[in-house]
């Protein structure tokens, strides 16, 4: 469910900020209200208002968003208003020169400030701490998504048939991500108010989902679908008083056809398909792919298709030789898992002076990851905190969290002692008892010489085989995402065919399906 308020709070940052109109004289500033729908349920709405001015002899183009948003979670019922208030400063190309975003999420408050410059953007935030300053490097040939609608504009282009791929920055992720335009032609689509909207109807390919727009000519948004489960649309006026409906619920969890005994750790080999529709291509990423985590492979049996997965043990034996602590050698290519970011700021006073307590005396990096897991379990409480997604300091302070916050508050104490650490989500099998079930979950990696998966919600460093990866959680890499919401879209229930236990034979279902997890996968 967080990585869905993401997408919506990203859906109206990127889309719903209204086209000045193309006159020579500044014209009043225009005001365009939008509801937004989570699920078929109303959950929050949106005020956008732009206004042209004067910069000295410049010309600029304000455009100014406030979003409010209420989400109940279904599986512990608990209720988080999210809100932003964004103001994004263009040129009269409505090429972006910079942006302000205030974010409340619940307790927690983030403030952010871009500048966007010839071939970087440098981005500051702030949430009541120590400053994060983050610069992601760019060619030049970045365009907003406004530049991008007028360039085809002017080149004729907003018609039926028509495609266009470029470059943009997302604000929400701090990252360059390629956005894949398909023209469909004008169209009509009804409101939930029953009104009748008409424009320029675009298929949207951006952060690995697809999305249908509905535009006016002047790049103004009048209804937006996002991966099946958000809606915005244009409307007249908000309600007063404003109320939320609730939620459907999503299917967070999966009953498993297997309850695996014994220990979760002690799995070392699991084999599970899944049916699901190829929704990839184009940009879109498949849902699951072979790395570290498992070997994948896809199926088409008659009309079904879908993914099998040979899940991998991560454990670390005893021939693993960690690296010596401190470490005197980082490998250039994860030195940045070594920075502060907004989620985790291990830059922090007084998180940085826990890491130092924690690992003092620690044998070898191995001894010190050990350290900083067990206090992450044994410390925070396991339950809702106050916001959505509370950052390290705030899960640290409030001593309570999900598996989000355990990850966050491990990544961040592992980065202020040294260690490169990033955060990671997906899906996991547990069982306990007499049931078993999947569930989406966040956990990290921690760099000991390579990089080992860390479970500080269950206090494990190297994982047993039963996660399903599905992308790294960091600014700056948005490979993998929307992977969870495509995942939550098609009901993903994975179906366990076989399991191994360490020490054990292997258990397969009777009439298992077997497949090659040696060859390539292919659609």
Same mark, same amino acid.
């Not at 398909?273 to 699951?288: A, C, K």
């Given at each position: 469910?967080?990585?869905?308020?993401?997408?919506?709070?990203?859906?109206?940052?990127?889309?719903?900020?209204?086209?000045?109109? =193309?006159?020579?004289?500044?014209?009043?500033?225009?005001?365009?209200?939008?509801?937004?729908?989570? &699920?078929?349920?109303?959950?929050?709405?949106?005020?956008?208002?732009?206004?042209?001015?004067? =910069?000295?002899?410049?010309?600029?183009?304000?455009?100014?968003?406030?979003?409010?948003?209420?989400?109940?979670?279904?599986?512990?019922?608990?209720?988080?208003?999210?809100?932003?208030?964004?103001?994004?400063?263009?040129?009269?190309?409505?090429?972006?020169?910079?942006?302000?975003?205030?974010?409340?999420? @619940?307790?927690?408050? +983030?403030?952010?400030?871009?500048?966007?410059?010839?071939?970087?953007?440098?981005?500051?935030?702030?949430?009541?701490?120590?400053?994060?300053?983050?610069?992601? %490097?760019?060619? @030049?040939?970045?365009? &907003?998504?406004?530049?991008?609608?007028?360039?085809?504009?002017?080149?004729?282009?907003?018609?039926?048939?028509?495609?266009?791929?470029?470059?943009?920055?997302?604000?929400?992720?701090?990252?360059?991500?390629?956005?894949?335009?398909?023209?469909?032609?004008?169209?009509?689509?009804?409101?939930?108010?029953?009104?009748?909207?008409?424009?320029?109807?675009?298929? +949207?390919?951006?952060?690995?989902?697809?999305?249908?727009?509905?535009?006016?000519?002047?790049?103004?948004?009048?209804?937006?679908?996002?991966?099946?489960?958000?809606?915005?649309?244009?409307?007249?006026?908000?309600?007063?008083?404003?109320?939320?409906?609730?939620?459907?619920?999503?299917?967070?969890?999966?009953?498993?056809?297997?309850?695996?005994?014994?220990?979760?750790?002690?799995?070392?080999?699991?084999?599970?398909?899944?049916?699901?529709?190829?929704?990839?291509?184009?940009?879109?990423?498949? +849902?699951?792919?072979?790395?570290?985590?498992?070997?994948?492979?896809?199926?088409?049996?008659?009309?079904?298709?879908?993914?099998?997965?040979? !899940?991998?043990?991560?454990? !670390?034996?005893?021939?693993?030789?960690?690296?010596?602590?401190?470490?005197?050698?980082?490998?250039?290519?994860?030195?940045?898992?070594?920075?502060?970011?907004?989620?985790?700021? &291990?830059?922090?006073?007084?998180?940085?002076?826990?890491?130092?307590?924690?690992? %003092?005396?620690?044998?070898?990096?191995?001894?010190?990851?050990?350290?900083?897991?067990?206090?992450?379990?044994?410390?925070?409480?396991?339950?809702?905190?106050?916001?959505?997604?509370?950052?390290?300091?705030?899960?640290?302070? =409030?001593?309570?969290?999900?598996?989000?916050?355990?990850?966050?508050?491990?990544?961040?104490?592992?980065?202020?002692? @040294?260690?490169?650490?990033?955060?990671?989500?997906?899906?996991?099998?547990?069982?306990?008892?007499?049931?078993?079930?999947?569930?989406?979950?966040?956990?990290?990696?921690?760099?000991?010489?390579?990089?080992?998966?860390?479970?500080?919600?269950?206090?494990?460093?190297?994982?047993?085989?039963?996660? !399903?990866?599905?992308?790294?959680?960091?600014?700056?890499? &948005?490979?993998?995402? @929307?992977?969870?919401?495509?995942? +939550?879209?098609?009901?993903?229930?994975?179906?366990?065919?076989?399991?191994?236990?360490?020490?054990?034979?292997?258990?397969?279902?009777?009439?298992?399906?077997?497949?090659?997890?040696?060859?390539?996968?292919?659609?």
């Amino acid at each position: 469910m967080r990585r869905l308020c993401s997408a919506l709070m990203l859906l109206l940052l990127a889309y719903a900020s209204a086209a000045a109109q =193309e006159t020579p004289k500044a014209p009043e500033p225009s005001t365009f209200l939008y509801l937004a729908y989570m &699920s078929n349920a109303r959950v929050g709405y949106m005020k956008s208002t732009v206004e042209r001015f004067k =910069e000295g002899e410049a010309e600029r183009i304000r455009t100014t968003d406030v979003q409010h948003l209420i989400i109940k979670r279904s599986w512990d019922k608990s209720t988080f208003e999210i809100g932003s208030r964004s103001e994004e400063i263009f040129d009269s190309d409505f090429r972006q020169i910079s942006a302000k975003v205030s974010k409340t999420d @619940g307790a927690q408050t +983030l403030e952010c400030e871009y500048t966007f410059e010839e071939k970087r953007v440098a981005v500051v935030v702030s949430n009541g701490g120590k400053k994060t300053s983050l610069e992601v %490097k760019h060619d @030049g040939n970045i365009l &907003s998504d406004r530049q991008a609608f007028m360039k085809l504009k002017a080149q004729g282009k907003l018609k039926a048939g028509e495609r266009f791929t470029f470059t943009r920055f997302d604000l929400s992720d701090m990252a360059l991500e390629q956005s894949t335009w398909m023209i469909q032609g004008e169209g009509t689509r009804k409101t939930r108010t029953g009104a009748k909207l008409t424009g320029m109807v675009i298929n +949207l390919i951006e952060g690995g989902e697809r999305s249908e727009a509905l535009f006016d000519l002047e790049a103004n948004p009048l209804w937006i679908q996002s991966g099946g489960l958000i809606l915005v649309e244009k409307v007249d006026a908000i309600p007063e008083p404003f109320t939320v409906e609730d939620v459907p619920a999503l299917k967070t969890s999966m009953e498993a056809n297997i309850v695996v005994p014994g220990k979760n750790e002690n799995i070392e080999r699991m084999e599970i398909h899944f049916r699901f529709p190829v929704d990839d291509g184009d940009g879109i990423l498949p +849902l699951i792919e072979t790395n570290e985590y498992h070997d994948v492979v896809r199926y088409e049996k008659g009309k079904e298709t879908g993914y099998a997965a040979r !899940l991998k043990s991560r454990r !670390l034996g005893a021939d693993f030789k960690a690296p010596a602590y401190p470490l005197t050698q980082v490998d250039d290519t994860v030195k940045a898992l070594l920075e502060p970011t907004p989620q985790c700021e &291990s830059h922090d006073d007084v998180l940085v002076k826990k890491a130092q307590e924690l690992v %003092k005396g620690a044998k070898d990096s191995r001894a010190a990851a050990e350290a900083l897991c067990k206090f992450v379990y044994r410390y925070l409480k396991k339950e809702s905190g106050n916001s959505g997604s509370a950052t390290a300091r705030q899960a640290f302070d =409030e001593k309570k969290g999900d598996c989000t916050e355990h990850s966050a508050l491990f990544v961040a104490l592992a980065r202020a002692a @040294g260690l490169p650490a990033r955060n990671v989500s997906g899906v996991v099998y547990v069982s306990g008892g007499s049931e078993g079930f999947w569930g989406y979950h966040a956990w990290s990696e921690v760099w000991l010489g390579q990089w080992v998966p860390v479970d500080a919600t269950v206090n494990e460093v190297g994982t047993s085989a039963r996660y !399903l990866f599905f992308q790294y959680d960091e600014p700056g890499d &948005s490979h993998g995402g @929307g992977r969870t919401s495509r995942a +939550l879209v098609n009901n993903l229930s994975p179906w366990i065919d076989a399991y191994k236990l360490a020490g054990k034979e292997e258990v397969r279902e009777e009439n298992a399906r077997r497949y090659d997890f040696d060859k390539p996968a292919t659609k």
